[in-house]
């Protein structure tokens, strides 16, 4: 019984952690006014860099930093769509969602072909590891993981706690009155969307190369979507979207557990149940979520 409790919460921390970490960028570009439901393709991206990086370097680390800097080059192409040039959000997301798709599978087989790549290594913690339960289930992870629970106190201080954190969600807010006391909302908005863009390339990266060892065609699967949800779900804060998170992480979690038993004949169901959740989550709480007031509106200087 012991194991499969430890079994159950590794693997919940196992599918949290892309959500997680692209979900706590998407809270500061959500809160800065910037709908970046593009977050599913930098997702993708960032998995296929990840493993381009790691295979021709044999190198994890620079994996991970390739990843992160797709995720920026990324971002700031959708920065400069949505915020500069003032086009629909939600229409160059999904335009980054499609292009993503073909340009993986492109690069995919001119490159990696299904190659098997240095994926992120376990590092337990001396001592704390070894304690039992706990230790398995919360000191003997890859770094991803102790970054993406790490960011969950760092990025509620800068939101709450700082200077930047103000302005972010004062411009989400009331852009035109941030602008009229000399706050740059472009550069606001600039730095909250790349910021997103960097930890949806991470976040990629761990999907192929914390929970595989290598680039599958489409292996987001809606991770990104999810990641939306999750912030929504979480309303729009570091602290409740690590719990959103870990709820969607123990759907995935439970459906893989459902699939070896005597439930695995009806799958298809099965494949359901994260999405369903999600589905379900937006249902409950859109309405009654913190969205700022000028969530997806294009900023227009007078």
Known sequence: MVDLITNFLTADIRTATPL????LGLVF???????????????LIGALLGCVGASFSGSSLVGALTAIFGGLVMSL????????????????????????GGFTITLNRLLLNGAK????????????????VAGDVLFNWSLPVYFAFICVPLCWFVLQRTNIGLKVRA???????????????????????????MMAGLAGSFVSMGQLSSFTEGMVSGKGFMALAVCVFGNYSPKTVLLAALLFGAADALKYRLLTTS?????????????????????????????PACSGVAYRKE
Request: hydrophobic share 50%; charged share 10%.
């Open 77 to 100: 192409i959708f920065a400069f769509f949505t915020i500069t040039l003032r086009s629909n959000q939600i229409v160059v997301g999904t335009a980054f969602n499609i292009f993503a």
């Open 20 to 23: 997680l970490l692209a979900a």
């Open 263 to 291: 439930l695995g004949g009806y799958y298809q169901f099965l494949n359901m149940l994260p999405y369903l959740i999600t589905i379900v989550a937006l249902c409950m709480f859109a309405k009654r979520s913190n969205k």
């Open 171 to 197: 411009v989400g807010e009331y852009p035109k009155a941030c602008d009229t006391v000399g706050i740059n909302v472009f550069r606001i908005r600039y730095g909250a969307v790349l910021f997103s863009g």
């Open 117 to 132: 790549v240095k994926g992120y290594v376990n590092l337990p913690v001396p001592g704390l590891s070894r304690i039992p």
């Open 29 to 43: 570009s959500e809160r800065a006014g910037i709908v970046n439901i593009g977050t599913e393709g930098i997702m």
